[in-house]
């Protein structure tokens, strides 16, 4: 049964399926795959088919109410689209299910914490009182000082990055970045932006660092420092690097006290802490800064994120602003001040132990995808510490579109977060199961192999079919 015919359409600007006109599509680009290897990839539609023009008001507008009216029905149809579009989401790390009612009350008010978060500044519409209050809660999740630590709330994880390899810079201005192929693009686009030397280092299968690849790289450039970027949790593969192993490598290649660790745990920073057996991300290890994402696995209406780093590094990027009468260390100049509020209300209903039980739902319900795709024939990897899981690419752009998967060259995933159900996984799985049988003619046309991608233990293709 195809589920959309159960809900009522929506009118073509808003639904994913409608406009599905090539030309009017963005075009497709030639890339570099993590491989090396260049690759076309599908961009998505070209929002120009579908944007709502600004027009200039009449004279007589607000007589009529006729504006109003029309924006009124744009509104209630796209809020529309937005159930609809929150339903079928599966392929992006965000938590969808969150309620702020309670904050209602502030979308009056031009909050902005400007400035170094510590410091007020001379505007005084502001939130620093819960901006730090979140602040200390990941320093102690993360084992730093009071006195000891310095940090902002982002506006996503991607400026964490930015600021993490900022601070490693500033703290070892010849150094090298070294960064896992299978790292996110603000990475590299980080060290396109400050211009530093980047070097790429392979990964396994797992989408981990190699180690043994990272060593060989260090030892071939002794002369520079290391700046190294490691993931708590991949893009594509939910892969969690070895923290441990990392530092090991880089002090037996001869680079003890001249490295600085930025770890982009962007994806899983929040959920590690709370998996059994998960190696630690700790400043008791010699680590400069953690960044994390507060809009994926805390669940948040607008981006953020937050970064910590050591007090002592920051006294390398700030300098006082007289015009605001604080300090200026944070990559943005005005800063998101609703967010801190969002954040600070939800660690202060879900506290530790709120966290732990939905890390442990999401870990549970990612297996049961896993081992489902698994029996319907789907080769599929789920990594131990992860609740990504990693499937053969959908055949058709429409379904992909339709669940919002994230696809990376023949691989798709779907991140289970706190609102991915049991109900929805399986709405899912009859989809994909039944809309293959199709594309693959219940089996007469072979379906590809991916053992490059998820291993060969983990890839059902007619080759590696036990
Ligand atoms: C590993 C990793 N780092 C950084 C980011 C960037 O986070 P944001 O989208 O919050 O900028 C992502 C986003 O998915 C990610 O997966």
Redo the contacts with the bound molecule.
Sequence with gaps: MDLREKVEPLPEEFDPKEISDPAGSAPNGVFEGGDGKNREIVLGRNVHKMCFAINEPEADDEITGEREAYMASVLARYRKSLVERTKHHLG??YNLDFDYGALSQLQHFSINNLGDPFIESNYGVHSRQFEVGVLDWFARLWELGRNEYWGYI????????LHGLLVGREVFPDGILYASRE?????FKAARMYRMECIKVDTLVSGEIDCKDFRNKLVQNKGKPAIVNV??????KGAVDDLDMVIQTLEESGFRDRFYIHC?????GLMMPFVKRAPKVSFKKPIGSV?V????FVGCPM???VQITRLEHIKVLASNVEYLASRDATIMGSRNGHAPIFLWYTLNRKGYRGFQKEVQKCLRNAHYLKDRLKAAGVGAMLNELSSTVVFERPKDEDFVRRWQLACEGNIAHVVVMPNVTIEKLDAFLNELTQKRSSWYEGGKIPSPCIAADIGDENCLCSLHQK
């Design positions: 992006y790390p982002t506006n996503c994880g991607t400026e964490g990055n790292s996110h693009y603000s990475i993931n708590i949790g991949t893009t594509v982009d745990g962007a994806l899983f960044s994402s507060g809009h994926k981006p953020c994120g």
